[in-house]
C-alpha cells in the first residue's frame, strides 16, 4: 500500500523556522519527483515547490523562494521542506504529493504561524 | 507565471444530474493539465491526468477533454460520495498553478 506520512508541522512564531518531513513507503521513492502543496485556512490548493527523482532540479513558488528549501533523502525514502523565515501567511496543511500522473498525497501536516 | 481559471465557483446539482466543470488557462498548456477531488481532512485525489486520462481507480462516470487552453471535467451521473472541491493543475511551465477550485454542492 502506498503511504506518504507528513510530519513536523506546528505552532511557530512570525521569523521563526520549521522542518516538514514526508515518509514514503509503497512504492519506488527514488524514481519518483515529489512535491509541496499547501492549502491555507479556507483557501484552495498552492503548489510549492518540485524536487526531481536525484534532486539535479528543483522549484519553488514566488511565495517562498528564498526561504523555503525542498530536498530529499532516497536512501531513507524521504521528502523534507525546511521553512525559515515564516509569515502568518504560511499558515496552511501542507502536503507532499508524488508526480502529478502518479496521484500519491499524503494526509497533511498543519504549520500555524502566530505569535 | 500560468493562471487557471475554473468556473463556476460553485454548482448546486442533484445526485443522478450530469456535472460540467470547466478550467481555462492564461496561456497553453497543451494537455498537461490534471484534476482532483477534494474532500475536507483528506488528501487530495487525483482523478484526470494528461487532459483525459482516467487515474487508477476512478469510476468511468468521470471524464476529462480539452488542450490548450479550455479544459473540461464531467461527470457523467452524481453519485452521493461526489460532492466535493475540484482544482485543475496546470505541469506545462513552472511555477506550476492550481485553479482556485469549484466546489460542487448538492442542491
Known amino acids: 500500500e502506498v503511504q506518504l506520512v507528513e510530519s513536523g508541522g506546528g505552532l511557530v512564531q512570525p521569523g521563526g523556522s520549521l522542518r516538514l518531513s514526508c515518509a514514503a513507503s509503497?512504492?519506488?521513492?527514488?524514481?519518483?519527483?515529489m512535491n509541496w502543496v499547501r492549502q491555507a485556512p479556507g483557501k484552495g490548493l498552492e503548489w510549492v515547490s518540485y524536487?526531481?527523482?536525484?534532486?539535479?532540479?528543483?522549484y519553488y513558488a514566488d511565495s517562498v523562494r528564498g526561504r523555503f528549501t525542498i530536498s530529499r533523502d532516497n536512501a531513507k525514502n524521504s521528502l523534507f521542506l525546511q521553512m525559515n523565515r515564516l509569515r502568518d501567511e504560511d499558515t496552511a496543511v501542507y502536503f507532499c504529493?508524488?508526480?502529478?500522473?502518479?496521484?500519491?498525497w499524503g494526509q497533511g501536516t498543519l504549520v500555524t504561524v502566530s505569535s | 507565471e500560468i493562471v487557471l481559471t475554473q468556473s463556476p465557483a460553485t454548482l448546486s446539482l442533484s445526485p443522478g444530474e450530469r456535472a460540467t466543470l470547466s478550467c481555462r488557462a492564461s496561456?497553453?498548456?497543451?494537455?498537461?493539465l490534471a484534476w482532483f477531488q477534494h474532500k475536507p481532512g483528506q488528501a487530495p485525489r487525483l482523478l484526470i491526468y494528461d487532459a483525459s486520462n482516467r487515474a487508477t481507480g476512478i469510476p468511468a462516470r468521470f471524464s476529462g477533454s480539452g488542450s490548450e487552453t479550455d479544459f473540461t471535467l464531467t461527470i457523467s451521473s452524481l453519485e452521493p460520495e461526489d460532492f466535493a472541491v475540484y482544482y485543475c493543475?496546470?505541469?506545462?511551465?513552472?511555477?506550476?498553478?492550481f485553479g482556485q477550485g469549484t466546489k460542487l454542492e448538492i442542491k
Open positions: 493543475q496546470q505541469r506545462s511551465n513552472w511555477p506550476s498553478s
Open positions: 504529493a508524488s508526480a502529478v500522473t502518479s496521484g500519491y
Open positions: 524536487i526531481s527523482s536525484t534532486s539535479s532540479t528543483i
Open positions: 496561456q497553453s498548456v497543451s494537455t498537461y
Open positions: 509503497g512504492f519506488t521513492f527514488s524514481s519518483y519527483s
